[in-house]
């Protein structure tokens, strides 16, 4: 079957630094992406990654490793507006989207 | 403003009370896509459209309908609400079926079935 695995929740202290990490087993792979949602609001774009490597955009990164099915996202000098919940989406060999239950982040003054 | 637009917002319904949540975009993808999100769970798609008159199922179609008849438009048509039904639906769309494209979503639609 076809798996994405986060962790159910995340607690960091404003201005500091969180990586928040997402495994996957999918059938193939076309690409993951990041996405943030804030409580009771739509996911909104954070990132598209599709070749090994980190890609830094802003305050927010994004890794993958294909070889090891496993992507990161890594968010610097925390902001309070930075709670919300953190998806990870992978696209499988059929060009279908399988999203992990995502991440609540909590930040802390 | 470029969007996704669902209505209604906000619906409480009976078991059994056809309904239809509205899905409308403005930025003329082809692609749209229907998803329910639960506690716990992932999104999991409903129904997906890669162009006008061309529907197909995704993860969890049971119990649902969809048309897309025009390109902005892409209804989600319970006929039968039961209350398993009840969850949050996000509309989406993106400019093609490319793999690489990112979703925008609409504002959500939060259904309780009683």
């Known amino acids: 079957g076809q798996n994405i695995d986060q962790p159910t929740e995340m607690t960091a202290t404003e201005g500091a630094i969180v990586q928040i990490n997402c495994t996957y087993q999918?059938?193939?792979?076309?690409?993951l992406f990041w996405y943030q949602q804030h409580a009771g609001e739509a996911p909104t774009f954070l990132s598209y990654n599709v070749l090994d490597g980190l890609e830094e955009k802003g305050r927010f990164s994004s890794f993958l490793s294909r070889s090891k099915g496993y992507s990161y996202l890594l968010l610097k000098e925390l902001q309070m507006k930075d709670s919300a919940s953190y998806l990870c989406a992978v696209v499988d060999s059929n060009y279908q989207l399988i999203w992990g239950a995502g991440t609540k982040l909590i930040i802390k003054p | 403003e470029a969007q996704v637009t669902q209505n209604p917002r906000y619906l409480i319904t009976v078991t059994g009370k056809k309904l239809t949540v509205t899905c409308s975009q403005n930025?003329?993808?082809?692609?749209m896509s229907w998803y329910r999100q639960d506690p716990g769970l992932g999104l999991r798609q409903i129904y997906y459209?890669?162009?006008?008159?061309?529907?197909d199922k995704g993860d969890v179609p049971e119990g649902y309908k969809v048309s897309r008849k025009e390109k902005r438009n892409f209804p989600l048509i319970l006929e039968s609400p039961s209350p398993n039904q009840t969850s949050l639906y996000f509309c989406?769309?993106?400019?093609?079926?490319?793999?690489?494209?990112?979703?925008?979503f609409g504002p959500g639609t939060r259904l309780t079935v009683l």
């Open positions: 999918t059938s193939g792979f076309n690409g």
């Open positions: 459209s890669m162009n006008v008159e061309v529907t």
């Open positions: 989406a769309s993106s400019p093609t079926g490319e793999a690489y494209n990112e979703q925008f």
């Open positions: 930025m003329n993808h082809e692609y």
